[in-house]
C-alpha cells in the first residue's frame, strides 16, 4: 500500500451506463477487506472469464461452462442438511475415483481453476469453483449469480452421495432433500443443470448407446443457457438420453421432469421464469456450504469506493478530477512535506464480460507522489471534483482510509514485477522501519504444488529475505529482499525491535 517514498496509488471510477443514468451501488465497501477487494477483483477484472466467454466448447464433445457447472454440483452434492457437513468445499479433489464422479470434465475444470492463478490464500479452489459457475453460466447468456467469499477447502473426501442416473425417484427426492433442496427445486435444479453439456459415451456407455454418436447433448442448444432442456420435453421432442434413451432404468430426467405431472416444467417453459429460477437456484447451490463456514455478503456489481492494492473503486461521472489527502503518522494534515495531489493520469479499466453486460465502464485513476518516511502517512481520503458541480468527498465512510501499519511494505518502486492476476516478482524489495536486526521474511503460496493430477494440494514456503545491500537504509527504513524470480502469492512478515508486522 505504501510504497518507499514513493505512494503510487491507483484510483477506479466506476459509471454505470445503464439507461443513460449514473447508479449507485447499494453496498458500501469498507476499506480494508482483502477478501472482497480480491473477490470483486476477479470478478469484474480477473482472467477467469477467458475460458468461458462465448461458452466455448472443449475438444469436440462438451463446453468448457458446462463442465464447471457440473463440477461444482457434484461437489456440493455431499452436503448433509441433518448434519450440517459438505457442501461447496472442493472436496471433490479427493472423490474423483468414486463411479457417480466420472468425467473427463472434472480433472480438466479443476486444473483450470488452478492454473490460471486465482487460487491462493485469499480465494481457495473452492471459492474459485463456485466463481467459476458465476462465469460459466453468464459466458453462455444465463443469469447473473451475485457472489460471496469465504469457503474453506476440505482436505478429505465426502460420502459419495451424487445422485446416479440409475437410482429411484424416491432414492433421488431424498438425496436433493439432503442437500437442502425440495422435490420441486429437484426438478428446476435438473433442469437448470441439463441446459448445458450432455453425457459422454465412454463414460456412460449403457446410456449413450448411439455408436455414431460418442457425445449426446441434452437440447439442441447445448452452448446457451437458455430453456430449451425444458420446452423439448414438454414438446416430446427431446433429445436427452436421460429423459429418452434405450435403457429405461437410467431415464433418469425423464421421472425427475414429470414426477409432478410436469407441473414445474411447464412453469419454467417461460423463459424469462426459467433464468430467474435457474439464477437463483443456482446461487443457492453455490452457497451451498457446511454449517460451520461463514460466507461473505454478496458481490453483485463492481464496489464503489473500492481500494485494493493499490486502486480504489469510485463512482462520479467521467472526466472528473481526483485529489488525493492525507494526514501523517502524528495525525497532522498538512505538514510541511505535502499534505495533497492531484492524480497523474487515468487509464480506462478492462472489465470482464460480467461488468460489461450489466453496463459499467470505469477509469482507473493513478497517483504518484513522494512521501517523507518519517512522518508517513496515517490515513489518506479522496477528493472528486466534477466540473459543475459539488466535490464529493470520498472518506470510506467517514473514517478515512486508515493505514494499520507502515513498518512493513513492498517496495513497488525497487521491486521488479510482472502484474496480473498471477504476480510475479523478479526482484523483490520490502522496507522495514527499523535497523539491520529488523528480520523479514516471505511467504510463498503455491496452489498445487508439483502435482500433476488431482488432489492439487498447496504447497507454502517461507524463505528469510537478506538485508539489501544494493539499497542502503533511509532514515529509519532498512531493506531487504531477494532477486530470485517468485511467481504465486507472497505474503510478507517482519520483526522489527520486538514487534512482528505482517503484509497479506
Ligand atoms: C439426479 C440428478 C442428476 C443426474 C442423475 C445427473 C446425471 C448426469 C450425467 C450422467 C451426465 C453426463 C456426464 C458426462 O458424460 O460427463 C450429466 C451431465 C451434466 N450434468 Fe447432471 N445429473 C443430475 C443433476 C444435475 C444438476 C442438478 C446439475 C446442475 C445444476 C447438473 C449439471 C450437469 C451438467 C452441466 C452436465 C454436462 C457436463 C458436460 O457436458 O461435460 N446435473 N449429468
Ligand atoms: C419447495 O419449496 C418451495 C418454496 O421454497 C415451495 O414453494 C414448494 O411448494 C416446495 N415443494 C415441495 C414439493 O415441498
Ligand atoms: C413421444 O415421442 C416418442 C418417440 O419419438 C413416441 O414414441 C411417443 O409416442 C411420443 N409421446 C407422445 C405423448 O407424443
Ligand atoms: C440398464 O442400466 C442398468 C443400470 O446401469 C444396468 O444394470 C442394466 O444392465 C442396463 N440394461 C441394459 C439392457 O443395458
Ligand atoms: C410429461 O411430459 C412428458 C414429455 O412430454 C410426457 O411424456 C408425459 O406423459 C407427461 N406427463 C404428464 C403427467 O403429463
Ligand atoms: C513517479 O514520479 C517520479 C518522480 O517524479 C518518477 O520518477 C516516476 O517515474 C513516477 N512513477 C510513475 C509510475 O509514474
Ligand atoms: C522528513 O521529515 C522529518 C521530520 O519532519 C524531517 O526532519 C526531514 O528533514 C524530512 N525529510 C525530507 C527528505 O524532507
Ligand atoms: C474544482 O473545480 C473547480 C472548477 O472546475 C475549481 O475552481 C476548483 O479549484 C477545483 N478544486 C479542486 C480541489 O481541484
Ligand atoms: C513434490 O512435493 C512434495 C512435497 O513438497 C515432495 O515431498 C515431493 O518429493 C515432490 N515430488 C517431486 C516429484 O518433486
Ligand atoms: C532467495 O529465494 C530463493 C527461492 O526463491 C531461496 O532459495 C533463496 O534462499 C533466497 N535467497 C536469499 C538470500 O534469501
Ligand atoms: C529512528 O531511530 C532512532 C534510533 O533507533 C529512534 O531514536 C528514533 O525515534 C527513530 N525515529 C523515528 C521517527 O522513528
Known amino acids: 500500500m505504501l510504497f518507499h517514498n514513493i505512494a503510487l496509488i491507483q484510483a477506479v471510477i466506476v459509471a454505470c451506463t445503464v439507461g443513460d443514468s449514473y447508479a449507485q451501488s447499494t453496498s458500501t465497501f469498507q476499506w480494508p477487506n482483502a477478501q472482497l477487494s480480491y473477490a470483486d477483483l476477479q470478478l469484474y477484472e480477473g482472467d477467469l472469464s477467458i475460458f468461458t466467454d462465448g461458452c466455448p466448447m472443449r475438444g469436440d464433445s462438451s463446453t468448457i461452462p458446462a463442465q464447471w457447472l457440473r463440477l461444482a454440483y457434484h461437489d456440493m452434492s455431499t452436503h448433509s442438511v441433518d448434519d450440517g457437513t459438505g457442501g461447496l468445499d472442493s472436496s ?29 490464500p485469499i480465494l481457495g479452489l473452492a471459492d474459485v469453483m463456485a466463481m467459476g459457475v458465476v462465469f460459466a453460466v453468464v459466458g453462455c447468456g444465463g443469469p447473473i449469480i451475485p457472489y460471496r467469499a469465504g469457503r474453506i477447502d476440505a482436505s478429505t473426501a465426502g460420502p459419495g452421495s451424487v445422485p446416479q442416473p440409475q437410482e429411484d425417484l424416491a432414492t433421488q427426492t431424498e438425496k436433493f432433500k439432503q442437500m437442502g433442496f425440495n422435490a420441486t427445486e429437484m426438478i428446476m435444479l435438473v433442469a437448470c443443470g441439463h441446459t448445458l453439456g450432455g453425457v459422454r459415451q465412454v463414460d456412460f456407455p449403457l446410456i449413450v448407446t448411439d455408436v455414431e454418436d460418442a457425445f449426446q447433448n441434452f437440447d439442441t442448444t447445448p452452448q446457451a443457457y437458455d430453456n430449451t432442456i425444458v420446452s423439448q420435453f414438454l414438446q416430446n421432442t427431446t433429445q436427452d ?109 478492462s472489465f470482464t464480460t460480467l461488468a460489461n453486460i450489466q453496463g459499467f465502464t470505469a477509469e ?34 467517514g473514517g478515512g482510509f486508515v493505514i494499520d501499519q507502515d513498518s512493513l511494505f513492498l517496495d513497488m518502486r525497487r521491486s521488479q514485477t510482472i502484474i496480473g492476476s498471477f504476480p510475479e516478482f523478479l526482484r523483490l524489495v520490502v522496507a522495514v522501519r527499523g535497523d ?69
Open 92 to 120: 471433490i479433489q479427493y472423490e474423483l475415483d468414486m463411479p457417480q464422479n466420472i468425467g473427463e470434465g472434472m480433472a480438466l475444470s479443476l486444473n483450470d481453476f488452478l492454473s490460471i492463478g486465482i487460487v491462493g
Open 241 to 349: 438420453v436421460l429423459s429418452i434413451g434405450p435403457n429405461v432404468t437410467t431415464r433418469s430426467d425423464f421421472r425427475i421432469f414429470s414426477s409432478d405431472g410436469n407441473v414445474t416444467m411447464q412453469s419454467l417453459l417461460d423463459p424469462d421464469t426459467y433464468i430467474q429460477t435457474c439464477g437463483a437456484l443456482l446461487e443457492r447451490m453455490i452457497d451451498t456450504v457446511p454449517s460451520d463456514m461463514t460466507l461473505t455478503e454478496a458481490i453483485s456489481e463492481p464496489f464503489d469506493y473500492l481500494i485494493s492494492d493499490p486502486s480504489t473503486v469510485i463512482n462520479p461521472t467521467e472526466g472528473a478530477t481526483l485529489t488525493m489527502f492525507w494526514v501523517d503518522r502524528e495525525g497532522s494534515f498538512c505538514p510541511s512535506t505535502g499534505c495533497s495531489v492531484e492524480s497523474s493520469g487515468t487509464e480506462e479499466v
Open 364 to 397: 482507473r485513476y493513478m497517483f504518484n507522489t513522494t512521501i517523507n518516511t518519517t512522518t508517513s502517512i496515517s490515513k489518506f481520503w479522496f477528493e472528486i471534483n466534477n466540473s459543475g458541480s459539488d466535490p464529493i468527498t470520498v472518506d470510506n465512510g
Open 436 to 504: 539491520a536486526t529488523s528480520t523479514a521474511s516471505m511467504t510463498i503460496f503455491n496452489p498445487k504444488g508439483n502435482a500433476t493430477a488431482p488432489p492439487f494440494i498447496p504447497v507454502i514456503t517461507v524463505i528469510d529475505l537478506v538485508l539489501d545491500e544494493a539499497n542502503p537504509p533511509d532514515g529509519n527504513v532498512t531493506t531487504m529482499g531477494n532477486a530470485t524470480t517468485v511467481t504465486g502469492f507472497v505474503d510478507f512478515s517482519a520483526t522489527s525491535g520486538g514487534t512482528t508486522y505482517t503484509l497479506p
